[in-house]
């Protein structure tokens, strides 16, 4: 009989050791954190926060030890790449280059708790302090609760949803439809006519005005509760 030779094989496991950091990732973290601490030090930390990640960084610098970072500093606007200045050691001479980091903000504002619908009037009652992801150069939202209350929206705005300027007016002081007193104010001498509102208006704001008893039309500007002051006859 023919001796029959059985051979098996045995697999091998390989098992990768724990991945460290290496000096590249140690250096564009201490980077970071500087430039952490650089925006840091110019907003408010009880209004905004930031997280930053690298967009772009030459490879010189990050092949510099992260003890040899000196300085990283803000250059211009924080906005969404935002650019930052880095000092740091090479050899013997200190380096200046221009890095760009992507900057994430939040801010805290006051936004409603549930849908408010527009037309509606703002209470405080209707608000609460939230963490809310903002645009920085763009965004302009409102960023107190005072500044809000008693305004009336101008647009439907969404629960956690920041409120804009453009966004909110006064309560109106004139409705349109509704009787104005239009006052004309000339060489010391007052004249009121009752008019006409062609159009709402909050305080200081324009609205066209109609008149039957001269059939004229007018712009004026509204100054209290059903009162405008004359600005000029169409």
């Not at 610098?61 to 930052?84: D, M």
């Not at 509606?120 to 150069?137: A, H, Y």
């Not at 006519?193 to 500007?221: F, H, M, P, S, V």
Request: glycine share 6%.
């Amino acid at each position: 009989m023919i001796p029959i030779l059985l051979i098996f094989f045995s697999s091998i496991s390989v098992v990768a050791g724990p991945a460290y950091p290496t000096a590249t990732d140690e250096t564009r973290q201490v980077i970071i954190e500087k430039a952490q601490e650089s925006i840091e030090s110019t907003f408010d930390p009880e209004e905004y926060r930031f997280t930053l990640t690298a967009r772009w960084i030459q490879g010189s610098l990050l092949k510099a030890q992260p003890e040899h970072v000196r300085s990283v500093k803000l250059q211009g606007t924080v906005e969404q790449y935002t650019n930052f200045e880095v000092l740091y050691l090479d050899g013997n001479s200190i380096e200046q280059v221009q890095i760009q980091l992507k900057v994430e903000a939040e801010q805290k504002l006051p936004v409603p708790n549930q849908r408010m619908m527009s037309g509606q009037t703002i209470e405080p009652g209707d608000l609460s302090w939230r963490w809310v992801p903002v645009r920085m150069g763009r965004d302009k939202p409102v960023r107190s609760m005072e500044e809000l209350a008693g305004k009336t929206l101008r647009r439907t705005v969404n629960p956690g949803q920041p409120i804009h300027h453009s966004e909110i007016s006064t309560p109106f002081l004139v409705e349109a439809g509704e009787d104005v007193d239009l006052i004309f104010t000339e060489f010391g001498i007052q004249i009121i006519l009752t008019c006409e509102a062609r159009q709402n208006g909050a305080i200081d704001e324009e609205i066209q005005i109609y008149c039957k008893e001269t059939r004229n039309k007018y712009l004026g500007t509204v100054k209290g509760p059903g009162e405008a002051l004359w600005q000029k006859t169409h």
